[in-house]
């Protein structure tokens, strides 16, 4: 059996380098929200609705995606000790596919934000200003989550592949990366929430 590992370590950094991007751009952003006017309407262009609306998407697909593959990877590794390896195999294949989907939608969520930071940016500094922030902040920690998270599921798909391969099941590695895992996971499944409370309230304050 062949895991293409390098493949999701390619997505892996294409995510980060986006993700570094986007979290200049809201540093610098938030640097000059240093007063409030509320007076001025914000008018929401085309381009910013449409990306607004794929980074809600994007960011509800990243956290189901990753707690599928997290699932999968747990369920392997239970096959894989109770040494069904047929099973530990196909299990892995369906959590490695289920964590590339997850990054390819994580790299288009990156995507997304710099097109509403830079909308953002040139917001009239106020309430809907900071709402708009503060939802862009917790995208770009989740982006940054799932980079951590890619890392520990490729780990945990090595781990419980040796052990199919070589025949000697690595617990200690595996209970302690799952673990860190789960962790990823409920993050992840946080920060999705934060958001999408974050851009509701901005979408209130501009009606």
């Known amino acids: 059996m062949v895991f293409k590992l390098e493949q999701l370590k390619t997505k892996r950094g294409i995510v980060a380098g986006i993700a570094i991007g986007a979290v200049l751009l809201v540093i610098g952003g938030i640097t000059l929200s240093a007063s409030f006017d509320d007076t001025q309407k914000i008018v929401v262009s085309d381009d910013f609705k449409v990306a607004r609306y794929n980074a809600g998407i994007k960011s509800r697909q990243v956290a189901e995606l990753s707690e599928v593959a997290r699932e999968k990877i747990r369920e392997a590794n239970q096959a894989e000790q109770s040494k069904d390896n047929a099973r530990a195999e196909s299990l892995l294949n369906e959590a490695q596919l289920a964590n590339n989907e997850a990054a390819r939608n994580a790299a288009e969520l990156s995507r997304h934000l710099q097109v509403l930071v830079g909308f953002i940016n040139g917001m009239p500094v106020g309430k ?47 209970d302690s990366v799952l673990q860190k895992a789960n962790d990823n996971v409920k993050r992840i499944n946080d920060l999705n929430l934060e958001f999408q409370t ?10």
Do not use: P
């Open 128 to 174: 809907s200003q900071r709402y708009a922030y503060a939802a862009m902040t917790a995208e770009i920690s989740l982006v940054s989550e799932y980079i951590v998270y890619t890392k520990n599921v490729t780990e945990l798909i090595e781990s419980v592949a040796a052990g199919i391969e070589v025949g000697k099941h690595d617990k200690k590695t595996i």
């Open 198 to 207: 974050k851009i509701g309230k901005f979408d209130v304050s501009t009606q």
